[in-house]
């Protein structure tokens, strides 16, 4: 399914990620960081707000990332539109939509039925998807925490994909200070990716 993306300048979509010191984000197939709990709270709690009740947010996930860790996703997000992209497979159980491209679940998105839903959409990783996000027409905030450490990561957040980025202001990333977790350093960040 095809759309022309100029046609919707007004979807912004939110990425969100956690990534070490060199962009690491994954290693081996498995999540790298030991869970760090503000992060972990303030990631739930930004990708539910919603300011119209009648509406509700949608999450964005490649397989992989949905494969490693569905049953936290469906236990903690259990009111969010779920879609997952997949080349392969066109089901997948307690997912909303599977989508074969970003394209199609944008789409599928505006659809009349869908689209009056639609307050957020957060896109949720992993590499794959952040960097199609980043290389599509459609404007991206990027929620990043930033870990001062090295985890020896192999899958990176593509910020290569990106022409350019802005650091922007959000007053609803939960501290300016560097948090101390697990004996790791982090801080939260919010960039606009300036096309
Ligand atoms: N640190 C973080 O913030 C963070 C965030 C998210 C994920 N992760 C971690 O990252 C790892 C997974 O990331 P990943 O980059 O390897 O995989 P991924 O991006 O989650 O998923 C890749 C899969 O997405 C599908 N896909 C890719 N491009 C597509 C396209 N253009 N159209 C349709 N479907 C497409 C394909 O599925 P099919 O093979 O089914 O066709 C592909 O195998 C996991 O270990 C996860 O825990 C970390």
Redesign the pocket.
Known sequence: MACKLQEFPNILLNL????DSKF????N?????PRFHTDFEFMCSISKQISDPTKRNVLI??????T??CSLIRRVWKSEYII??????NSIEGVDYV????E?AITHLLLPSASCETENIWV???????K?ALESDFNCKIFA?EISHDFGCN?F?PFQSLPAIKEAYDDRLPTKDIVKEHGYEYTFHVYDKIA
Do not use: E, M
Request: proline share 2%; glycine share 10%; aromatic share 20%.
């Open positions: 969100i990620v956690i990534y690491g984000i994954a290693k197939d498995k999540y790298p960081f996930f490649g397989r992989k990332s949905w490693a860790d997952v992209l997949s080349r392969s497979i989508a074969n491209s970003l199609d949720f990783g992993g590499s794959f998807i952040y199609l925490t899958v957040f």
